[in-house]
């Protein structure tokens, strides 16, 4: 059995699941960078007392699952989500879904996915896929960061939909239930409106002191004191973790500031405020200070730079790309939006 389903590539998984599965759906007007968008994925957290993979956490994104259900509901689109404690019953549930012709997005963890090369499995339990079709043993799976669809054995799929760590899936699954009425323009529109809203709320506001604008400033502070703290190495060590959440884990990095500059882009399209598109070359700025801000880094975990002062550069960054956003989501937040 195999759904009627369109793999499209994309930059970041939950974007692509969720563009991916509303497209089939029958919205063909959601791109990547609106559904990223409406979904306000935007953010940043630097979490010292979870570790993944030996170090700190960061996320450069919100919370798995939230793009896809921010998307759905500012879109005024139900959504069915399970989770399971036996694996034998979340295997034959999404069987049943299949023969029923209903793809199905899937929470999984990185390292047993087969066809991921060894060099990008790590314990990260926030991937996300679409199963769309089963022939014998083989589920047929539409990654979006993959070129073309694959394929995964029943075992395979089973591993890594309950993976075990931070994060857990618990075999999780979730797709857009059946709606007999699409999003019509103004729908969209007022979507995008709250996903911007709720995004700012997110990265100006959000309390705690290491989220938003707040934890981009904390975590400055904290990669200045690691060298003398934590030593040249474990320092360095701390550094390539969040290279590696930002570039190589699907949390986003500077890669997710690019997607919501084209975002803000498409919102110009049923928002004329010229505020979307300054703001939109904002964060195309602070992409690219990401993008360095990893390139320097790199260079301390591999040794060719280990002064102070070398540390003191990601600080000082950090502490830029930090106002970079703060005055890009100030800008979005005065937008008086009609009503």
Same mark, same amino acid.
């Given at each position: 059995?195999?759904?009627?389903?369109?793999?499209?590539?994309?930059?970041?998984?939950?974007?692509g699941?969720?563009?991916?599965?509303?497209?089939?759906?029958?919205?063909?007007?959601?791109?990547e960078?609106? #559904?990223? /968008?409406?979904? $306000?994925?935007l953010?940043? =957290? !630097?979490? +010292?007392?979870? &570790?993944?993979?030996?170090?700190?956490?960061?996320?450069?994104?919100?919370?798995?699952?939230?793009?896809?259900?921010?998307?759905?509901?500012?879109?005024?689109?139900?959504?069915?989500?399970?989770?399971?404690?036996?694996?034998?019953?979340?295997?034959?549930?999404?069987?049943?879904?299949?023969?029923?012709?209903?793809?199905?997005?899937?929470?999984?963890?990185?390292?047993?996915?087969?066809?991921?090369?060894?060099?990008?499995?790590f314990?990260?339990?926030?991937?996300?896929?679409?199963?769309?079709?089963?022939e014998?043993?083989?589920?047929?799976?539409?990654?979006?960061?993959?070129?073309?669809?694959?394929r995964?054995?029943?075992?395979?799929?089973?591993?890594?939909?309950? #993976?075990? /760590?931070?994060? $857990?899936?618990?075999?999780? =699954? !979730?797709? +857009?239930?059946? &709606?007999?009425?699409?999003?019509?323009?103004?729908?969209?529109?007022?979507?995008?409106?709250?996903?911007?809203?709720?995004?700012?709320?997110?990265?100006?506001?959000?309390?705690?002191?290491?989220?938003?604008?707040?934890?981009?400033?904390?975590?400055?502070?904290?990669?200045?004191?690691?060298?003398?703290?934590?030593?040249?190495?474990k320092?360095?060590?701390?550094?390539?973790?969040?290279?590696?959440?930002?570039?190589?884990?699907?949390?986003?990095?500077?890669?997710?500031?690019?997607i919501?500059?084209?975002?803000?882009?498409?919102?110009?399209?049923?928002?004329?405020?010229d505020?979307?598109?300054?703001?939109?070359?904002?964060?195309?700025?602070?992409?690219?200070?990401?993008?360095?801000?990893?390139v320097?880094?790199?260079?301390?975990?591999?040794?060719?730079?280990?002064?102070?002062?070398d540390?003191d550069?990601?600080?000082?960054?950090?502490?830029?790309?930090?106002?970079?956003?703060?005055?890009?989501?100030?800008?979005?937040?005065?937008i008086?939006w009609?009503?």
């Amino acid at each position: 059995m195999k759904v009627d389903f369109n793999h499209i590539q994309s930059a970041h998984c939950e974007n692509g699941v969720t563009t991916n599965l509303l497209r089939h759906a029958g919205i063909d007007g959601i791109t990547e960078p609106l #559904a990223f /968008g409406m979904g $306000a994925g935007l953010f940043f =957290i !630097y979490i +010292p007392f979870l &570790k993944v993979n030996h170090g700190p956490a960061f996320s450069f994104r919100t919370m798995p699952g939230h793009i896809f259900k921010r998307t759905c509901t500012s879109l005024h689109i139900p959504v069915t989500r399970k989770k399971f404690s036996s694996p034998a019953k979340a295997m034959s549930h999404l069987d049943g879904l299949l023969s029923e012709g209903q793809p199905v997005g899937c929470q999984v963890g990185v390292y047993y996915l087969s066809y991921f090369p060894k060099e990008y499995r790590f314990h990260f339990n926030a991937h996300n896929i679409v199963v769309f079709g089963k022939e014998g043993d083989e589920y047929i799976i539409s990654d979006p960061v993959m070129e073309t669809e694959t394929r995964l054995t029943n075992y395979e799929l089973q591993r890594v939909r309950f #993976a075990k /760590g931070p994060l $857990a899936p618990r075999g999780q =699954i !979730y797709y +857009p239930s059946p &709606k007999s009425t699409l999003p019509d323009e103004e729908t969209i529109a007022g979507a995008i409106k709250s996903g911007i809203r709720w995004n700012t709320k997110m990265m100006l506001h959000v309390p705690g002191g290491i989220a938003g604008i707040s934890g981009i400033k904390y975590t400055a502070r904290m990669v200045s004191g690691w060298r003398d703290k934590l030593g040249v190495k474990k320092g360095g060590q701390y550094l390539a973790q969040l290279v590696r959440m930002q570039e190589e884990i699907g949390t986003g990095g500077g890669g997710f500031r690019f997607i919501y500059a084209a975002f803000l882009q498409q919102a110009h399209d049923y928002h004329k405020h010229d505020s979307l598109l300054r703001a939109s070359e904002e964060f195309t700025n602070a992409g690219d200070l990401w993008r360095s801000a990893a390139v320097q880094s790199a260079g301390i975990y591999k040794g060719r730079i280990t002064d102070q002062a070398d540390f003191d550069v990601v600080r000082d960054q950090l502490l830029q790309i930090a106002e970079v956003e703060r005055s890009a989501f100030k800008r979005l937040k005065s937008i008086k939006w009609a009503k």
